[in-house]
């Protein structure tokens, strides 16, 4: 093992370049523009594990975006391990909010910066360090499946692993996307929370009406809408759906005043939930409204407004049990509608 | 008295005929491409009224739409009646949803359809049948004022009432811009729910976070501020806000099945608050969310909102003491900011 952690510390000038690279490529495959540029991002990861040893390297899409594919044999006997990172990133928003070039990888304080040195071009590089630091002849087979869609909610994934099952079949497998506890301790991720997506609907009336004339008798979807979303929390923050699954998280502590630095609450903004932050983060039910659809303030008027809809992340047990759909506890409006749709992936 | 009321029916037709007139004339100070529309709409009432005997007739501005006043001297030991109404329309919308076209009234089962038929080009005929009835000779004086932006919220009525301030004093204001109880039954308006319009600003954190890794722990705006938004009514739908003023409202009849007409509740909705129809409509307070500031459910990600706004329409005395203000209701949050405009106006 000291020679496998020598080996890495030798290749690892030759992975950061790699990195590098791979970072001024803009793949951003929400932005239809760059679509080529995530093409581009595929023939380099495909190129650096050809280079690295792989005898069978593809490119593949099943109508998304381009997924790379690549596969060492296992020596007889031994068990096949596959390795899955993304080689697109999220767009890169306000320019001006940067600190440094997103594409152009910067190093700041000891850390890498620039879209896509963590997440998740820095699992690409920690792939091919470890397939060279075997000098390309692993004791294990080795399977290399990296996606272009991430980013976008992996649409084709399921087609892709349809299409390509047998290839990517293996004994283990290693996702390279997820995060240390701290720098100074490398970690490993072994669960992580479901996701559900929900959008909920209300109407109440049948047309707009003027809020000077009917306000305090005609009920309006937002305040109805509102009244249902406040439900999902107690006073404390913590979910108020009954009925969902608690696990265990590990019993490691996380200072308060790490959360403060980390999340970026600002002064005078609590914590929501009770219990230890490690459980709360890891192993409870967690509800986020992500957005809703209602008159943006600008162009609002004296209006009763008749029809709104909500968005909402949770995890997976919780959305079925969505109080939103159970009309009787808000002033026993109907038809509240709601609709969902669940994705078996990290949330 | 009598023989008011037959001269009333004697001047009727041309009044109508003013009215439709009147009525043709896109007058929607609110769409920029229009204001010529309400430079005209001014001139035309302006005309109207030196036809029907004012001698002292002038179209004023102060730096918004043009508005008309008019006056007639009253005679020796008469008090003056000062007569409001505006000239402006709401924008049509959207033109499908007409039965008829908006511009053009046009009469249906005895009433008279048009953008402006009713609010409020009806005021003006209103003003304009009682002058006639007179023959231009009340035994009053008489003041007009019929102002161009009354739909866009009045922003110039205050410099107007400053800079005309001796013009249009007067004893008794009558204002034609409200509703009759029925059409079977004329009905004065004798008080009206004032408005406030608030605007409240809720950030936790400095900046977006993946709901996924932070949700539990981490508050996000939107949950926050619905959780204030759903503090400002009870479960039955009355204001939850203490120290409001509440009015006596008249002792009439409301049958539940005409608000449920008259609103346009659909199925299965019930009204909201308690107590009378009458009492919930003209003496309670009444608090309306009227728009929302948040990312729509169309560009929604796997984000906690760091900052969310909403904005709501109140009686005037609710705005200074919204629960918005204390942040020690919503999870102890803070900052939580609140801005509000007050307008004296009718709500």
Same mark, same amino acid.
């Given at each position: 093992?000291?020679?496998?952690?020598?080996?890495?510390?030798?290749?690892?000038?030759?992975?950061?370049?790699?990195?590098?690279?791979?970072?001024?490529?803009?793949?951003?495959?929400?932005?239809?523009?760059?679509?080529?540029?995530?093409?581009?991002? +595929?023939?380099?990861?495909?190129?650096?594990? =050809?280079?690295?040893?792989?005898?069978?390297?593809?490119?593949?899409?099943?109508?998304?975006?381009?997924?790379?594919?690549?596969?060492?044999? +296992?020596?007889?006997?031994?068990?096949?391990?596959?390795?899955?990172?993304?080689?697109?990133?999220?767009?890169?928003?306000?320019?001006?909010?940067?600190? &440094? %070039?997103?594409?152009?990888?910067?190093?700041?304080?000891?850390?890498?910066?620039?879209?896509?040195?963590?997440?998740?071009?820095?699992?690409?590089?920690?792939?091919?360090?470890?397939?060279?630091?075997?000098?390309?002849?692993?004791? *294990? /087979?080795?399977?290399?499946?990296?996606?272009?869609?991430?980013?976008?909610?992996?649409?084709?994934?399921?087609?892709?692993?349809?299409?390509?099952? #047998?290839? !990517?079949?293996?004994?283990?497998?290693?996702?390279?996307?997820?995060? $240390?506890?701290? %720098?100074?301790?490398? =970690?490993?991720?072994?669960? !992580?929370?479901?996701?559900?997506?929900?959008? *909920?609907?209300?109407?109440?009336?049948?047309?707009? !009406?003027?809020?000077?004339?009917?306000? @305090?008798?005609?009920?309006?979807?937002?305040? +109805? !809408?509102?009244?249902?979303?406040?439900?999902?929390?107690?006073?404390?923050?913590?979910?108020?759906?009954?009925?969902?699954?608690?696990?265990?998280?590990?019993?490691? #502590?996380?200072?308060?005043?790490?959360?403060?630095?980390?999340?970026?609450?600002?002064?005078?903004?609590?914590?929501?939930? &009770?219990?230890?932050?490690?459980?709360?983060?890891?192993?409870?039910? +967690?509800?986020? *409204?992500? @957005?809703?659809?209602?008159?943006?303030?600008?162009?609002? &008027? $004296?209006?009763?407004?008749?029809?709104?809809?909500?968005? /909402?992340?949770?995890?997976?047990?919780?959305?079925? =049990?969505?109080?939103?759909?159970?009309?009787? $506890?808000?002033?026993?409006?109907? %038809?509240?509608?709601?609709?969902?749709?669940?994705?078996?992936?990290? /949330?």
């Amino acid at each position: 093992m000291t020679d496998v952690a020598a080996r890495v510390r030798e290749v690892l000038p030759s992975v950061r370049a790699d990195l590098e690279a791979l970072v001024r490529i803009e793949s951003v495959w929400a932005d239809p523009a760059r679509r080529d540029e995530v093409r581009r991002s +595929a023939e380099a990861v495909s190129k650096l594990l =050809s280079d690295a040893g792989f005898g069978d390297v593809r490119i593949v899409s099943e109508g998304g975006a381009p997924a790379v594919i690549a596969h060492h044999p +296992a020596p007889p006997g031994a068990p096949t391990v596959l390795l899955y990172a993304h080689h697109d990133v999220q767009p890169e928003g306000d320019r001006t909010q940067w600190h &440094s %070039p997103p594409f152009e990888p910067t190093e700041r304080d000891g850390r890498l910066y620039g879209r896509g040195t963590a997440d998740d071009k820095a699992g690409i590089a920690t792939h091919l360090a470890a397939f060279r630091a075997h000098d390309g002849n692993p004791p *294990v /087979g080795v399977t290399v499946f990296v996606e272009g869609e991430e980013e976008s909610g992996s649409p084709s994934l399921g087609a892709m692993l349809a299409a390509h099952r #047998d290839e !990517l079949a293996a004994d283990v497998i290693v996702i390279a996307d997820s995060d $240390n506890w701290s %720098p100074d301790l490398p =970690s490993l991720t072994v669960s !992580l929370r479901g996701l559900a997506d929900c959008v *909920v609907e209300v109407s109440t009336l049948d047309h707009g !009406l003027h809020s000077g004339m009917w306000g @305090g008798v005609a009920p309006d979807a937002v305040t +109805a !809408l509102v009244r249902l979303l406040a439900s999902l929390h107690d006073d404390d923050g913590n979910v108020a759906v009954a009925g969902l699954h608690e696990a265990s998280a590990a019993d490691v #502590d996380f200072p308060a005043e790490r959360v403060r630095r980390d999340a970026g609450l600002l002064d005078g903004v609590r914590e929501i939930g &009770s219990g230890s932050v490690v459980q709360r983060l890891w192993a409870k039910p +967690a509800i986020t *409204v992500i @957005g809703i659809d209602t008159t943006p303030i600008a162009s609002a &008027s $004296n209006t009763l407004i008749p029809r709104a809809r909500a968005r /909402g992340r949770a995890p997976r047990s919780a959305c079925a =049990s969505l109080p939103a759909v159970t009309p009787a $506890n808000t002033w026993r409006l109907s %038809p509240v509608t709601s609709s969902s749709t669940r994705r078996g992936v990290p /949330g």
